[in-house]
């Protein structure tokens, strides 16, 4: 992550220069989230929109805490093309502040994206006490001509289609951004946009405050393919799948997975003794995934019915496998004293380039919670010996 010198101020030609001092937010000197989330909605050209997304600038402060079924957004814009840009102000502290933080934002923008446009003007107008179209007074005030009709039309298009730009903005946002873009991508269920922005604050004394937003993460708008399903007078938004030019499968083959996804759940969410590890998340047919800091290379936990056997392994796309492995293997002898008894080569197996593998019967097991149980912990272990040598590997 980039670096910053420190800030100078000289008051006159004769004057001499006075150095800032940096001014992390805290409740210990009354920067707080809650006065963090003040100042952005006061002062909505401060956030380098333009820098993230163009096409969300400029931004109309709308209202702070906006209801959603979710949970309440910190801060609320618009802009007079329609677009919503929603804030959540955070202390980025650890790991698990980082993941909860990015969880909840999602989640906001899932709960909008249900709406129509009566929601929003409805929602708007009990956090900011403004009654007649709120949203679009908002706009106005920024392009008096603006014509009513085109922006709600617009405005409805674009949280049919989750049309969002999500920002978080912290104090000292510097380490664990580089997993974030992926983090989004694999969560991801709208079209959007992302960003974190770190709020420098300094002081100079008695001359006052400086603040300096800066962008130190975005993404590019993630996509998504959307199928439109009515039934009787309601129509809805469900994601399908692009392939092929498919835009679904039949409803059988989507119940199965819904079931299946119901199975793998608890999985989702289970905690690692690593506070930097990432949950599993669900891959279709009958498998979880957990990333690790050695792009494109996972740990996979997986349940095959026809065969009667479940069992976690380190997979990942060949290449970045290949590469992994070829270092691994190099100690290999040490990790398998540290990995599960019974851990043998297992996926692609070669004998130049054996892998990371442990299976179970599935009859083994008592009930499906008693199997879970047993892949979340191989997991958990899998975790502990393989992330640090895979992180190890991806600083250099």
């Known amino acids: 992550m980039p670096s910053y010198a420190d800030l100078l101020l000289k008051q006159d030609k004769g004057g001499s220069f006075i150095k800032a001092r940096r001014a992390p937010l805290g409740l210990s000197n009354g920067r707080s989230e809650e006065w963090l989330r003040d100042l952005l909605i006061e002062n909505p050209d401060i ?40 804030v959540e102000c955070k202390l980025w502290r650890n790991p698990e502040a980082r993941r909860k933080v990015i969880a909840q934002i999602l989640d906001y923008a899932r709960a909008i994206a249900k709406w129509d446009y009566a929601d929003l003007q409805r929602r708007v107008a009990m956090a900011s006490g403004v009654k007649p179209n709120a949203p679009y007074e908002a706009a ?18 674009a949280l049919r289609e989750g049309r969002f730009l999500l920002l978080i903005a912290g104090d000292g946002i510097r380490e664990g951004v580089s997993g974030i873009t992926e983090l989004i991508t694999r969560n991801a269920t709208l079209g959007f946009s992302f960003g974190l922005v770190e709020v420098a604050i300094y002081e ?16 590019d708008t993630i996509e998504r393919t959307f199928v439109l399903v009515q039934q009787g007078d309601k129509v809805s938004l469900q994601e399908g799948e692009a392939e092929g030019g498919e835009n679904a499968e039949d409803a059988a083959a989507e119940r199965a997975i819904e079931e ?13 003794d690593d506070p930097d590890q990432e949950p599993p998340f669900y891959r279709p047919r009958n498998h979880v995934r ?8 996972w740990v ?5 019915m026809s065969h009667g056997i479940c069992g976690v392994f380190l997979g990942g796309r060949k290449p970045e496998r290949f590469r992994a492995l070829d270092v691994l293997n190099r100690e290999r002898e040490q990790i398998l004293a540290e990995l599960p008894e019974g851990t043998h080569e297992g996926m692609d197996a070669t004998p130049d380039r054996p892998g990371y593998s442990l299976y179970a019967q599935l009859d083994e097991f008592d009930s499906d919670e008693a199997c879970r149980d047993w892949l979340a912990k191989q997991l958990n272990v899998f975790v502990n010996v393989l992330r640090p040598r895979l992180k190890r590997m991806s600083a250099q």
Do not use: K
């Not at 100079?204 to 993404?219: K, S």
């Not at 996804?261 to 289970?270: G, H, Y």
């Open 47 to 86: 956030l380098p929109i333009r820098e993230i997304d163009p096409s969300f600038a400029p931004l109309a402060p709308l209202c702070t805490e906006l209801t959603t079924e979710a949970g309440p957004v910190d801060a609320a814009f618009i802009n007079p093309a329609g677009r919503l840009t929603l």
């Open 140 to 157: 106005r005030q920024l392009q008096p001509e603006l014509d009513e009709a085109i922006f709600v039309d617009a405005t409805a298009r």
């Open 204 to 219: 100079f004394g008695e001359q006052g405050l400086v603040v300096q937003p800066r962008v130190v993460a975005r993404t």
């Open 260 to 272: 299946e996804q119901r199975w793998w759940v608890p999985l989702t969410r289970i905690t690692f």
């Open 290 to 297: 957990t990333p690790m800091p050695l792009r494109g290379v």
């Open 300 to 304: 996979t936990a997986f349940r095959a």
